[in-house]
């Protein structure tokens, strides 16, 4: 079901992703077209993730239609943890086009719009189906978002601030006619925002996106916030990625959450046949006990995961390969949504 009434209105707020989850909803990487002369390396990778979140918290993995269904069930037969919902997809980056979900006395969703990142890969049709599909399966209520909004392109706190990027947000092929405080407004109604920080995106080399902020800088508590950042004066990404940094420094102290900002350096620049691949450790997920951080077969990577683990000291910190998944242009935040889980039920 819809509802006219917007959530914040109903009690519901955006729960930030360190919260309990109930599961982490996937979708079998079936789309060969998103990694060129490399998908037959993707899904083992794929399976390997997912057993790694479901040593953690259950996974539902959308496998819809009879091949990605066939393989799906293959790959994870026996597995409990996993559960397959015969929802079809165009493509595996579930944070983009799958619901965002809420919590008030009950567990709801909002549908954004969704056109592939600006129209660029088409077909999107059955991606911008699945948060009906998932409410509908789930027997959720629904929300139907006022903007055309990818869930890379937003992170918050659970408290009310944002972060995302007038390079995604305010691009003429998403939200032509949306102004930067309708959108604010838009995410006081819908998220709960009481605080929305923009940050100029772009940076990361490679990014199809228009700079989600995913990539870029994430909160990892209430007043913490990671930021990308090159070490390389003659790298491309150095200088945008250092206004960004600059950009959040410049609120400690101010009236402002945040209140450190900690430097997560990028890897050195991963290629394929020429092409740049983006390549972020802010591209971390975060499950129920357990931090998953991309790996790229380079010397930051130790200090990516130990800075992280740092910062999230009750949970396992596990580096995976992420080198191959990020040719498809995403990697493991890409890859996943989560469903918070409902602590306190309606009496």
Request: aromatic share 10%; proline share 7%; with cysteine.
């Amino acid at each position: 079901m819809t509802s006219e009434r917007r959530p914040v209105e109903l009690g519901y707020r955006w729960p930030a992703e360190w919260e309990s989850h109930t599961a982490t909803w996937v979708a079998w990487p079936h789309n060969q077209a998103t990694w060129p002369k490399r998908y037959d390396k993707i899904p083992t990778l794929f399976a390997a993730f997912v057993r790694t979140l479901a040593e953690f918290e259950p996974v539902h993995l959308l496998a819809g239609g009879p091949e990605s269904c066939a393989a799906a069930t293959a790959m994870f037969r026996g597995e409990a943890a996993v559960k397959i919902f015969e929802i079809e997809t165009n493509d595996a980056w579930t944070r983009d086009y799958g619901p965002t979900f809420l919590l008030g006395d009950d567990v709801a969703i909002i549908d954004w719009g969704y056109n592939a990142w600006g129209g660029k890969y088409p077909p999107w049709d059955q991606d911008d189906q699945v948060p009906q599909q998932i409410a509908e399966e789930l027997l959720l209520p629904r929300f139907v978002g006022g903007l055309t909004l990818e869930g890379g392109a937003i992170d918050g706190n659970g408290q009310g601030t944002l972060l995302t990027t007038t390079s995604c947000l305010l691009n003429t092929n998403r939200n032509p006619s949306v102004s930067r405080e309708m959108i604010e407004q838009i995410f006081a109604s819908d998220l709960g925002a009481t605080e929305v920080i923009w940050l100029a995106g772009g940076g990361i080399a490679g990014d199809d996106t228009d700079g989600h902020v995913d990539q870029l800088a994430r909160f990892v508590n209430a007043q913490t916030v990671v930021c990308a950042v090159s070490q390389d004066r003659h790298d491309e990404q150095y200088e945008p990625l250092q206004q960004n940094a600059e950009r959040l420094r410049a609120l400690v102290g101010e009236a402002s959450v945040v209140e450190t900002v900690v430097d997560l350096p990028v890897p050195s620049p991963r290629y394929f046949e020429e092409q740049r691949i983006p390549a972020s450790y802010c591209n971390f997920y975060v499950a129920n006990g357990l931090v998953i951080v991309p790996q790229f077969d380079d010397p930051a990577d130790d200090t990516a995961c130990q800075r992280l683990q740092e910062l999230f000291p009750g949970r396992a910190i596990r580096g995976l390969p992420s080198t191959d998944l990020s040719w498809g242009l995403g990697s493991f935040h890409c890859l996943t949504q989560q469903q918070p889980q409902l602590l306190v039920h309606r009496t």
